[in-house]
């Protein structure tokens, strides 16, 4: 779950939570394959 935090650019992990607690998880896997991701490294 981290690196949905690091993505949403949310502080705290409980913030995160509250936000996965309230989608089903297709939406939230819809949602996260949807973003442009940038890799560090």
């Known amino acids: 779950m ?3 935090q690091q993505q949403l ?3 705290s992990l409980t913030t995160t939570s ?3 607690d309230h ?3 297709a939406q939230l896997i819809e949602a996260m394959q949807g973003r442009e991701w940038e890799l560090e490294g």
């Open 18 to 20: 509250r936000y996965l």
């Open 2 to 4: 981290n690196l949905i």
């Open 23 to 25: 989608i089903a998880p």
């Open 9 to 11: 650019g949310h502080s």
